[in-house]
């Protein structure tokens, strides 16, 4: 008898070829992480085979942000990683100057990030319409990264080695239909998928496509919209659990 997990590994592993098959973007992950780290300055970096010794993830510091592919409810967490001490090391190769806390290893990743994010998104949007980033990028709880790896799901890692600096690029690969929902359903942590306006007959947003509802915009909303004849519904993408540890404090911490 088949196990669940071995059903959801095969849902995951038919996504990802239906993902790579259609998009040229995805298809080059490990080519667009590697523009990425030469783009910041590592000029030497080299893509490490599998062989290759992992991160520590102990010592691992990360940044998260997402992209979410429309035709195929596709949800993807993007995933920078490195040793903390080689990340300050990349710093002061970037700028000539010591790390003097955590915030600079955070920006070299967050820059490496940014690169990788833009140019998918650019490129999945030139093969098709419909991506968008949900969110801005954060950084990733330590104690967190564990889980966040591990999680059960698709996924195109790449390590690479530049100047004595290991970093990894992981992208997590969900699917995740829109739902309709009222505003008594939101939950925290739920996307935009429509702006939603003033009433049905405006074009004044009060909230826009792509925004991750925080619990106080939710409880705007409610009471905006408590009064209506009619009650409001919104469509939004609710993230895959292991969404909420790339937010500190947010009440949903298990992933299994």
Known sequence: MKSKSDHSDRESQALLARLVTSSKALKNVPKIALEAVQGIGLFTAQIEDETAPLIDERQAIASWCAIYDVRHHAWMDLVIEADRREAEHAFQLLTGETAVSLSDCYDVLGEIGNYVRGALKRGILSEYSGCFTPGTPKYVPGGNLHSILNYPCA???????????????????????????????????????????????????????????????????????????????????????????FHPGFAQTSVD
């Open 155 to 245: 996924r195109i890692r790449t390590q690479m080695r530049a100047d004595g600096v290991r970093i990894a690029v992981t992208l997590l690969i969900h699917e995740q239909r829109p739902v309709a929902k009222t505003m008594a359903k939101l939950r925290e942590l739920d996307v935009t998928m429509e702006p939603i306006v003033i009433n049905p007959s405006s074009k004044l947003e009060i909230v826009a496509k792509g925004v991750v509802l925080s619990r106080l915009w939710i409880e705007k909303l409610r009471n905006r919209f408590m009064h209506e004849e009619k009650e409001r519904h919104v469509a939004v993408i609710s993230p895959p659990p292991v969404t909420s540890l």
